[in-house]
């Protein structure tokens, strides 16, 4: 099992001594986290080391500019931003009953019995697509999208942007304002 699984495991793992800490020593929790936190460490150094020396290969060959970085934050972002995203649209589907009882419906249809649903199984499933677009509009995994640099000048809603700007742009916002949608909320 890869070291994300089980890291993902352990994160979503029940403990007991959460809510009653004299009982904390039955989870066994602690020994596999330390394990999964001895593993990330010994990756990211490899990782950070490639880094550091791909950034002094990139140094060298450009006079002292820097390219090609890998970013560490693509690899947590991925994983976080993922769980925190199906987390809320789960709560959301909790919070009301009748549309997770329609996407129940349309997933016990196209599931015919089986325990899993495949990717394929998607292609036949346009409420289940509206449901997690529906859950990433009112919950975007980041509220403010990776900051752009504009590659030329624009003209956006009559205000010039000069080529180079670092742009910002607020994803909550947008998806959450009602002169672009009829019921935001």
Do not use: C
């Amino acid at each position: 099992m890869g070291l994300l699984t089980r890291s993902q495991q352990l994160l979503a793992a029940f403990v007991v001594g959460n809510y009653i800490p004299w009982l904390s020593w039955v989870d066994g929790l602690k020994r596999g986290t330390d394990k999964v936190a001895k593993e990330f460490d010994e990756f990211l150094d490899v990782v950070i080391d490639e880094h550091i020396n791909n950034n002094i290969k990139a140094e060298d060959a450009n006079g002292g500019n820097e390219q090609g970085q890998l970013d560490l934050d693509v690899f947590f972002a991925g994983t976080e931003t993922t769980s925190a995203s199906i987390e809320w649209t789960l709560s959301e589907l909790v919070r009301h009953p009748h549309i997770m009882k329609k996407l129940q419906t349309e997933v016990t249809k196209i599931a015919q019995g089986r325990s899993m649903v495949t990717e394929d199984d998607t292609h036949e499933m346009p409420y289940l697509k509206a449901v997690l677009k529906e859950g990433l509009r009112l919950y975007p995994p980041i509220t403010v999208l990776v900051p752009r640099e504009l590659r030329a000048d624009v003209n956006l809603m009559g205000y010039d942007i000069a080529k180079g700007t670092q742009v910002m742009i607020n994803g909550w916002a947008i998806s959450r304002d009602p002169s672009i949608w009829e019921e935001p909320e």
